[in-house]
């Protein structure tokens, strides 16, 4: 009758242990992240903004068009990654968020429904066996809801490309990098609260917003994007969020202003009352970024089969003494670099002269500078940036302000050089005459981008301002320095944000890393660590050494098999002496 009590006994205590233990699994999550990458770690913004989310009063919800049997073994391993993400973040979140996954491979009102909505259809490929190949259409979406409005997020937007046959490839590995940063992205716009404000220059004839639509689109996944022009007498109000605290607290609660400001490719005089309006923004904490160059080229000449020649125009921009005193200078010139990057021209190529005539193919084009390598220096807006294309870029040169520091991001290569004053561009002889190296001995690693931190002085500290008299009836007084430590960032090149125009391959992007640059820098000039880091991340898949697998392959099989079986064995070995070991005591009792 004991002994029964004590089977009863410890028959509660194990049901009572797995209980307690499944109570605990279903609410913790412990997980050591051993990869080098911190591929499954949450980033301090992604955490930030799920412990936000959880102390609303509103739900998330979250529905991932991306679920079924018949997906191909990548995309279920992408699929899990996704699951694994959401996961940790509700971690954070709590009840805040809730997702769910959806098939809708077998729903044709879904699909229609889900294409009205904007998710993405991609049609893939699966080779099943040697001659058959399986078409499916996959909808990689994901719908978030919060508080009455409505995202659609592009799980693998840019991560996909057509190829042959109308079909897509699309790079699961790059993908699966990505997910934290663009479910995160859109999940924090949502969320109440305000955002920090990038406004776009728009007079001068900068670069609009519709001109460099996936730099701007990009921007508006973290930051609330204005136009604005530079005009006298309209002061361009400054962002409190760069003020020391004892400060801010004095100005009014609904005050706003421009955290950052975005001046691309201006190509007409500022006068000086709008410098004026420039530079106490500045002043007042306000932070640029400079897409600059000191003369531009008009390739429309190109288009003429006769003479394809132009003239390159120096842009007078009224700018160099602001520059002066900010601490660098854009040079007077254009850069010729051997490292080219391509540009497209009319070409007939060999043997197809009587069936196609004439077509675009891109050839090296050494007036497109391809910064690589070396001549990425190391800084935080540099990070993880492995490519950068200037077009038609001038030079950059230091100058020493007291109390300023200057952070050199991107050189030119070795073979490249600088060429002083307006030039003729025959784009025959570009491309039939190669410069020998030895013209570009010594005259290399020119500097094309710079960020500066510090602070900066005024241009108009210490003049007379004709416009006097009107500051003081409108109360505003010239600040001759920036009190508090400020930020600006130069690239010689006012193209950087364009798309490429490459009607060979259809391409219509941002080249290379020249988006990654671009918001890393705006990040940077915010001061925001955090999106930077998230972008930055990459997955590495490490294999197995292919030479030592194929040498040892013998031992690797003999272990996958025996050592399951004989750990089967060795368990049931153990249950049998420790039953006969009991059994022997019970009979001694």
């Not at 840019?158 to 897509?168: L, T």
């Amino acid at each position: 009758m004991k002994q029964g009590r004590t089977y009863y006994l410890q028959a509660l205590l194990a049901l009572g242990i797995l209980l307690l233990v499944n109570f605990f699994a279903g609410h913790l999550i412990f997980r050591i992240d051993l990869t080098e990458e911190g591929r499954y770690t949450l980033s301090d913004v992604t955490r930030q903004t799920m412990d936000s989310l959880g102390r609303t009063n509103q739900v998330m919800t979250v529905k991932v068009y991306l679920d079924g049997e018949n997906l191909p073994a990548r995309l279920k391993r992408y699929r899990e990654a996704v699951r694994t993400t959401l996961v940790e973040m509700k971690v954070h979140a709590g009840d805040r968020l809730q997702f769910e996954f959806v098939d809708p491979s077998t729903n044709a009102a879904l699909q229609r429904h889900l294409v009205e909505q904007g998710v993405p259809t991609i049609p893939i490929a699966e080779q099943k066996g040697n001659t058959e190949l399986r078409q499916q259409l996959i909808f990689p979406g994901v719908v978030v809801n919060y508080a009455g409005s409505e995202q659609v997020i592009n799980l693998l937007f840019n991560d996909c490309y057509q190829v042959e046959g109308g079909q897509y490839q699309c790079d699961y590995q790059k993908a699966e990098s990505e997910i934290e940063y663009k479910l995160v992205s859109q999940m924090q716009r949502m969320l109440p609260g305000q955002k920090r404000i990038v406004g776009i220059v728009t007079s001068h004839a900068c670069l609009k917003p519709s001109q460099m639509p996936e730099f701007t689109s990009e921007l508006r996944r973290f930051y609330d994007v204005i136009t604005l022009p530079v005009k006298a007498g309209t002061g361009i109000p400054a962002s409190a969020a760069f003020l020391p605290d004892s400060v801010r607290r004095k100005l009014p609660k609904d005050a706003y202003g421009i955290d950052v400001l975005i001046i691309a490719r201006p190509d007409s005089i500022f006068s000086e009352a709008e410098k004026y309006e420039l530079d106490q923004y500045i002043m007042q904490g306000g932070r640029v970024l400079w897409l600059v160059d000191q003369e531009t080229v008009d390739e429309k000449d190109f288009q003429n089969a006769d003479n394809p020649a132009t003239i390159s125009i120096l842009r007078e921009l009224n700018l160099d003494d602001m520059f002066f005193r900010y601490g660098f200078r854009v040079g007077v010139n254009l850069l010729e670099d051997m490292q080219a990057g391509r540009k497209e021209v009319m070409m007939t190529l060999p043997g197809s002269e009587s069936r196609r005539g004439p077509r675009p193919v891109p050839v090296p084009y050494y007036y497109f500078s391809l910064v690589t390598g070396t001549g990425i220096l190391r800084h935080e807006i540099t990070k993880a940036i492995e490519a950068v294309e200037f077009r038609y870029a001038s030079t950059l040169d230091t100058l020493p302000q007291p109390g300023l520091r200057h952070y050199p991001l991107l050189r030119s290569s070795q073979y490249s050089r600088a060429k002083e004053g307006t030039q003729m561009l025959n784009l025959q002889n570009i491309l039939a005459f190669r410069p020998p190296k030895d013209l570009f001995t010594g005259k290399g690693n020119r500097m094309l981008g710079l960020a500066l931190e510090g602070k900066f002085p005024s241009v108009f500290a210490g003049r007379r301002l004709p416009w006097a008299d009107s500051l003081k009836a409108r109360k505003r007084v010239t600040l001759p320095e920036n009190a508090y430590t400020n930020r600006m960032v130069v690239f010689s090149d006012g193209d950087l944000a364009l798309p490429s125009d490459l009607r060979f391959t259809g391409s219509r992007t941002i080249p290379w890393n020249n988006k990654q640059l671009l918001l890393n820098s705006v990040d940077w000039l915010i001061g925001d660590k955090t999106f930077n880091q998230i972008r930055a991340r990459d997955v590495v898949i490490r294999r197995l050494d292919a030479d030592k697998v194929m040498g040892r392959a013998w031992l690797y099989q003999v272990l996958n098999i025996a050592i399951p079986v004989l750990l089967v064995i060795s368990a049931g070995l153990f249950r049998h002496w420790r039953r006969r070991r009991r059994n022997h005591k019970l009979k001694q009792a």
